[in-house]
């Protein structure tokens, strides 16, 4: 895949000339997209109603839009926090990574697990990769430089660890899978965490590095709420060929591209059901854009 190209998430669309002023540079790039965003659960303010539902955003037009009849002014002009449209780490990563692509820049979203939101927890999360010209470079986009005890705008190993390498580690019994998912609590008596969405989380690794960034409340194909009856043996084998395909083996990354674009237990067709965090009745929706 050429991540160079806009996929129809990422395609800011009749929005984009309003990338042409934005900086280069992808520290300040980052910094834009945090000074437009905030996070609906970490962002210190409570959201409610339609405000909350700005978190089903899917599309980069969709954010634009929403930021533009509010604000309404370029892109870098500084935003209250309570102005800022409502999201999540992937809406951060989304809008972060269409921005590169418009200039050119091969810029991917990564799905997987966080060290660094709370202690012996690990949160599910999503952060970006861009390619400098001569290596992909991690940087989570929602979090401020000196927010946290590493460098965010080149991460090192260990902070974040893709779904599928955790998936990897839960299935050899290194990990233990409750240690991995949205909040070690139950929310509105769901566990949100374990192994089920970890599994979950590895096929939408597989779609978003496919060109398919979908909310993390899509659900499609061969996702499922349980692992009994789950066909754990797919999941094991797009796994252990996107780690590979990390540690870079082509063949590999060629393979899983390939299953999602042929097996219709992986591939989103179109249709999700969504259990979005805004409430709601859960269904199945016809997405388009």
Known sequence: MDYAIQTPWSDPGRYAELFDALPDDV???AAVVRNLLIHYRGGG??????????????????????DQKRNGTPLATPREPVDRV???????????????????????????????FAEGFNHDHVVAEYFNGERWVMIDAQMAPGSVPFEV???????????????????????????????PEPIADLKLY?????????HYQLAHLNGDELL??????AMSDKLEGADLDLTDRIARLMVAADNGDETAAKEAGELYRTD???RFAGRSFVTSPA???FAWQELRR
Do not use: Q
């Open 194 to 202: 374990g192994g089920w969405f970890i599994r979950n989380y590895v």
């Open 216 to 221: 993390l409340w899509d659900n499609w194909g």
């Open 27 to 29: 520290a300040e790039i």
């Open 45 to 66: 303010i409570e959201f409610t109603g339609a405000r909350l539902a700005e978190i089903d955003n899917r599309w980069v037009t969709a954010i634009l839009e929403t």
């Open 264 to 266: 219709p237990e992986l």
């Open 153 to 183: 705008g080149d991460m090192p190993a260990g902070p974040f660890r893709s779904a599928a390498e955790v998936w990897l580690g839960y299935r050899s019994g290194e990990l233990d899978g409750d240690r991995y998912g949205a909040s």
């Open 86 to 116: 409502v999201g999540c780490c992937r809406d951060y990563t989304l809008l972060f990574v269409s921005i590169l692509r418009h200039k050119g820049i091969p810029a991917r979203s990564r799905v997987g697990f966080s060290n660094y």
């Open 279 to 281: 409430g709601g009745e």
